[in-house]
């Protein structure tokens, strides 16, 4: 099924030496398929519904989530073969809606860190989780923390700004 309109949804840009790196959050970069929930339904990228068995998103709040469907690293191909399929099943009880922002609250990106914690701690679902966002004090502890995420079979690094606002686009305040 094909949801109305597709979401519109804020994309990264590649991340390049010399920021400061205090001004930012950073999250591990989640190899999965990312998804919208919009208060009712789960949409892909491109604005198709997915279709998880009802006890998935049992619990779930009515406000929109920006995230990753995720199993653990290096089972995209996984997550992929679960989430795609026409009818419930299952399969989803391997996968989490991993957030990673609040695209209608309009508060700076450090604010809705906070409240997606709390938004996480308060659905106590197992298939929703609020991404670990933490800070480095400098770019060499970020790449001795990009180092450790990629050896253990993770994908990379997200920076985001703690000032950003939610926009849709590529943005040079959310980098990878």
């Given at each position: ?57 049992k ?92 050896a ?15 926009r ?9």
């Amino acid at each position: 099924a094909e949801a109305q309109e597709r979401p519109s949804i804020m994309l990264a840009q590649i991340y390049r030496a010399g920021l400061d790196i205090n001004q930012y959050w950073v999250s591990e970069k989640l190899d999965g398929v990312r998804a919208r929930w919009d208060g009712k339904q789960l949409l892909s990228r491109g604005g198709k519904v997915f279709a998880p068995p009802p006890w998935f998103i049992k619990g779930f709040p009515k406000q929109a989530l920006d995230g990753e469907l995720w199993i653990a690293p290096g089972r995209y191909e996984d997550v992929m073969s679960i989430v795609t399929r026409a009818i419930p099943h299952e399969g989803w009880k391997q996968v989490r809606l991993m957030v990673f922002d609040l695209p209608e609250d309009t508060r700076r990106f450090e604010a809705r860190v906070f409240a997606m914690r709390k938004l996480a701690e308060r659905t106590k679902s197992y298939y929703l989780q609020s991404v670990e966002q933490f800070r480095v004090p400098d770019e060499e502890a970020l790449m001795r923390r990009l180092d450790k995420v990629i050896a253990t079979g993770g994908e990379g690094l997200m920076l985001h700004h703690e000032e950003a606002v939610y926009r849709s686009g590529r943005r040079g305040d959310l980098l990878k």
